[in-house]
């Protein structure tokens, strides 16, 4: 039987030389490109180990190359991991396109998303979220997809929904549905778009004011966009809807849209385009 040193000894790899390789003075060996030694001899109390003097060694070659490779290999799991957080919060496939790379830098209010992003932890911490008030068509809920999409490439998990989506959601769930609001809840963000379009059934209410009152327990911030005016919110019709915008004050700082209609100007310039074209 062979001694236990003798089978470490194999398992210590040799340099493998290249034709461009050559030996130093010290007697390393020394990378032929980069003129860095290959080997390293072990230290002075340790003069030999399992017969060697020496080991393998990194040139600046190789630890470029391994760098590079490391490097690659962590922005393709970076790439999976932003992939799958959009997958599972965007509810519209079209809303992966809503970011401040493809903004046209006419909403007054961006620099509200930036600020937001840039300050999350402090946002997380504080449960401060907000509300995007204002008319139809003016970037609320574009805006709201800048930030989803700007904390998720941070490998940040941002759900994006709407009531209608959630209702339904509900009423197709026959069990189970304290564990579906428990799902909205655990991510570290929630926005809920287009609020106050859902049917105001008392049985939506109810949902609509469970969904927010538990967010509103689990110390998360939340983003909401409505078409609601400020006033409407502060002065609700009835003691049910006073119950959900009571939260939603509470939770989320108010900020006002109240610029032009970009909807209504896209649709505009989409028929200028075909009379062009019908011209010529």
């Known amino acids: 039987?062979?001694?236990?040193?003798?089978?470490?000894?194999?398992?210590?790899?040799?340099?493998?030389?290249?034709?461009?390789?050559?030996?130093?003075?010290?007697?390393?060996?020394?990378?032929?490109?980069?003129?860095?030694?290959?080997?390293?001899?072990?230290?002075?109390d340790k003069a030999t180990l399992f017969g060697r003097d020496r080991h393998p060694a990194e040139c600046d070659c190789q630890r470029a190359q391994r760098m590079e490779r490391e490097a690659a290999e962590q922005q393709r799991k970076h790439r999976d991991k932003v992939e799958e957080l959009k997958r599972r919060g965007f509810t519209d496939p079209a809303m992966r396109e809503w970011t401040f790379a493809n903004d046209n830098g006419r909403n007054p209010q961006m620099k509200t998303?930036?600020?937001?992003?840039?300050?999350?932890?402090?946002?997380?911490?504080?449960?401060?979220?907000?509300?995007?008030?204002?008319?139809?068509?003016?970037?609320?809920?574009?805006?709201?997809?800048?930030?989803?999409?700007?904390?998720?490439e941070k490998e940040i998990s941002v759900r994006m929904t709407n009531f209608a989506l959630i209702l339904n959601d509900l009423a197709a769930t026959f069990e189970?549905?304290?564990?579906?609001?428990?799902?909205?809840?655990?991510?570290?963000?929630?926005?809920?778009?287009?609020?106050?379009?859902e049917r105001g059934t008392e049985y939506g209410l109810e949902q609509v004011y469970n969904v927010i009152d538990s967010r509103y327990r689990s110390g998360k911030p939340l983003i909401v966009t409505t078409n609601l005016t400020l006033t409407e919110l502060q002065n609700p019709q009835d003691t049910p809807h006073a119950r959900i915008y009571d939260r939603l004050l509470e939770m989320c700082a108010?900020?006002?849209?109240?610029?032009?209609?970009?909807?209504?100007?896209?649709?505009?310039?989409?028929?200028?385009?075909?009379?062009?074209?019908m011209n010529d």
Not at 254 to 277: D, T, Y
Request: proline fraction near 5%; aromatic fraction near 12%.
């Open 113 to 152: 998303a930036h600020f937001y992003v840039e300050h999350w932890e402090d946002m997380k911490a504080g449960n401060i979220g907000y509300l995007l008030w204002g008319s139809v068509g003016t970037g609320k809920s574009y805006l709201a997809g800048c930030i989803a999409n700007a904390l998720m």
């Open 176 to 197: 189970g549905k304290n564990e579906y609001i428990s799902n909205l809840c655990r991510y570290p963000l929630l926005i809920l778009d287009d609020f106050g379009m």
């Open 1 to 44: 039987m062979k001694p236990a040193f003798e089978d470490m000894n194999l398992q210590i790899p040799a340099v493998t030389a290249e034709p461009e390789d050559y030996t130093g003075e010290d007697g390393l060996l020394y990378c032929g490109k980069c003129r860095t030694p290959k080997e390293a001899y072990f230290p002075a």
């Open 254 to 277: 108010p900020v006002c849209f109240s610029g032009e209609n970009f909807r209504r100007e896209s649709a505009q310039n989409k028929l200028n385009r075909l009379k062009q074209l």
